[in-house]
């Protein structure tokens, strides 16, 4: 009898060995509960050897889903690394989570504006920045921050790179955490590398978002470098502001010689017969002023042809000496004597445009004039290649920093001794020409006197 019925019947006092009066109904009924039983047994066995497959089917179905997703996140992580590392563009990979918690600390103690919190308490926030951790960087930002190590540049940020500079944007990413938000973009940033150098850039910083909020503990940073755009920039500001100072000086020395040429005609025009002596010392300051001005509308004509392409000049042989002396000859009626070299019996030559060579030394005697000292005078000298034309003076010379700026087109020094800075091409303009004409022209102090060379090819 089936353990179980027999367990049962006892229960209900009955056995075998005492059965009812109706002995077939008894057997019938033992044999129909003994076979529900069995056939319960059966299904029972059935119904756990169908689990025990289910069950290892479903493991199996687990496991295999576990390493395709694990394969899935080993592929989409090794396709990430392989980006962060071979992108060009320089990015960090940092954990702000204990930077997190630390502001949600203020948070708790009542800080309502943590901008202006972190401005008035330097420490405080040098405090939270050097509990930013640098998780990993890629070669990008070794090129960006000029490191020998990009290893050196793993760990707790720096407090050296909290400074006045960046406090700003250090502000702004412990705000974007405060406000809970995932990103940021910054597009004036300034940063140090490591040689002190400062560089520009663009920041973004993107936090990933896990489970509906954002996840600190991996933030990834990149910044574009945009150094020469900004000082492309700033060097586009200082040509503006030069040609608008070159306009406001071209006006001054335009109006300089005109006022006296109108002037002293007025005078002459109002002079009666018998002042012969007076008026020819006036026409020599009219025919003086127009000269200048005529030298003024030459620069700026050729100045103008050149920055189109349009300026042509001879290479043709001249003698130099008399070049200086028509120079020389042609500004006696500006009073300022100049002292220049004897003319040797044999003539030295060289090759260029007669025209424009008087024009550079024109240039560069007016120069000496107005900024240099009171003595000024020429010397010609020569090697096997060269001819060299130099006119110096006795001035005290330029700064360091603008010895060569000097040569850049509108640069004007600043005013000395009461007199208007230079119009800003003349000595642009002479370069330029020396180099055309294949010579040079360069700016050196001699033997503590100052001197502007003309190189010239030698015949």
């Not at 702000?96 to 630390?102: I, K, L, N, V």
Request: charged share 30%.
């Amino acid at each position: 009898m089936h353990r179980v019925l027999s367990r049962q019947l006892r229960r209900l006092g009955l056995t075998l060995d005492e059965p009812p009066e109706d002995i077939a109904s008894w057997k019938w009924f033992v044999q129909k509960v003994e076979s529900a039983y069995e056939e319960a047994d059966r299904s029972r066995y059935l119904l756990e050897r169908s689990l025990e497959v289910s069950s290892r089917e479903l493991l199996d179905a687990n496991r295999q889903i576990q390493e395709q997703a694990q394969a899935r996140v080993d592929r989409y992580e090794a396709h990430y690394r392989d980006l962060f590392r071979q992108t060009r563009v320089p990015t960090w990979e940092e954990d702000f989570q204990t930077a997190a918690e630390r502001l949600e600390q203020l948070r708790h103690d009542g800080v309502t504006d943590i901008s202006a919190h972190l401005l008035e308490n330097p420490d405080v926030l040098n405090d939270i920045v050097t509990s930013i951790e640098i998780i990993d960087v890629n070669p990008a930002v070794a090129e960006l921050v000029r490191s020998d190590d990009p290893a050196k540049l793993i760990g707790p940020v720096d407090s050296l790179l909290v400074n006045e500079q960046n406090t700003p944007a250090w502000i702004a990413q412990l705000e974007t955490i405060w406000e809970r938000r995932g990103s940021l973009r910054i597009d004036d940033l300034v940063g140090n590398r490591m040689d002190g150098e400062v560089f520009h850039g663009i920041l973004e910083w993107h936090a990933p978002m896990v489970r509906g909020s954002y996840d600190y503990s991996r933030v990834v940073v990149s910044i574009v470098d945009i150094t020469h755009r900004v000082e492309a920039e700033m060097r586009m500001q200082e040509v503006l502001k030069s040609k608008d100072e070159f306009l406001a000086s071209i006006s001054h020395e335009l109006r300089t010689p005109l006022t006296s040429v109108l002037g002293f005609a007025e005078v002459l025009r109002s002079m009666e017969d018998g002042e012969e002596e007076e008026r020819g010392a006036l026409l020599e300051i009219i025919a003086s002023q127009a000269a200048d001005l005529s030298n003024i509308v030459e620069d700026l004509l050729v100045a103008a042809r050149a920055e189109l392409g349009q300026l042509a000049v001879m290479q043709v042989p001249i003698d130099v000496h008399a070049q200086v002396a028509q120079v020389i000859e042609g500004r006696q009626l500006t009073g300022h004597e100049i002292r220049v070299p004897d003319r040797p019996e044999t003539a030295v030559r060289a090759k260029g445009d007669p025209e424009r060579v008087r024009q550079i030394l024109r240039n560069l005697i007016t120069n000496a004039e107005r900024y240099g000292g009171d003595d000024v005078w020429i010397d010609v000298r020569h090697d096997d290649e060269l001819v060299y034309v130099r006119v110096c003076d006795d001035g005290r010379g330029l700064p360091e920093q603008v010895a060569e700026r000097i040569f850049e087109r509108y640069y004007r020094t600043d005013p000395t001794g009461g007199q208007p800075g230079a119009v800003g091409i003349g000595l642009t303009i002479s370069r330029d020409l020396s180099e055309m004409m294949g010579g040079g022209l360069y700016y050196e102090r001699v033997n503590g006197h100052t001197a502007f060379t003309l190189e010239l090819q030698c015949l």
